[in-house]
């Protein structure tokens, strides 16, 4: 099984796959995120720095993604706090012109030669529960987050999973306090086990 959870920032995409992660007793895959040099730097002067941070990220979720499928570095059941194509999501809304093309031939290359997840859970929230779940996790380099900023990329993430090919559950994440709360933890996870033995799902 390789399950995937993705949504926008702060939606709680790391707290939901470690639980889904320990019920499956499955391999837990982080996205790296505070490694990426480029980071805080970018959201000082995005335009200055988007396109490296784009790319740092493309080519550290390949080789992490990659290892999927080479038999004998991961066995069993794999849980991941990111789909590959999230990347794409974030580039098409922070470059422009030739940064982008350039980035798209990387990504074309690239796109391809990884698995595809058996079940992605798309969490969704507006932005006023993300900013307040970004607030709570106090990452320095967050803290000047905007509510537009995560407004139009919701609406990216929305736009992609409208038309998202494989086998989606769409979860209003609003309804469910599954770091704080037993029953909604409990709830959330029956609806992914029901989602995956079922042919498609949605909210």
Not at 81 to 87: P, Q
Not at 184 to 202: K, N, P
Request: proline share 5%; aromatic share 14%.
């Amino acid at each position: 099984m390789y399950l995937v959870v993705e949504g926008p920032i702060g939606v709680g995409k790391t707290s939901l796959a470690g639980r889904l992660a320990a019920r499956y007793g499955a391999e837990l895959n982080l996205e790296v995120v505070e490694e990426n040099p480029f980071l805080a730097r970018f959201y000082e002067s995005p335009e200055t720095y988007a396109f490296q941070v784009q790319v740092f990220f493309l080519l550290s979720r390949f080789k992490q993604l990659s290892a999927l499928a080479q038999p004998g570095l991961w066995s069993g059941n794999v849980v991941s706090d990111y789909l590959f194509d999230k990347d794409f999501i974030f580039a098409a809304m922070n470059l422009k012109d030739a940064e982008f093309a350039l980035y798209e031939d990387l990504y074309s290359h690239l796109s391809p030669r990884l698995p595809t997840p058996d079940l992605v859970v798309y969490l969704r929230a507006e932005p006023d529960l993300l900013l307040s779940r970004i607030g709570k996790r106090g990452r320095p380099f967050e803290r000047d987050m905007q509510a537009a900023y995560l407004q139009e990329l919701t609406s990216r993430y929305d736009e992609y999973f409208r038309t998202y090919p494989g086998r989606l559950l769409t979860v209003d994440a609003s309804g469910y306090d599954f770091v704080g709360s037993a029953r909604d933890e409990q709830a959330i996870l029956s609806r992914v086990h029901e989602a995956l033995h079922a042919e498609s799902a949605a909210d």
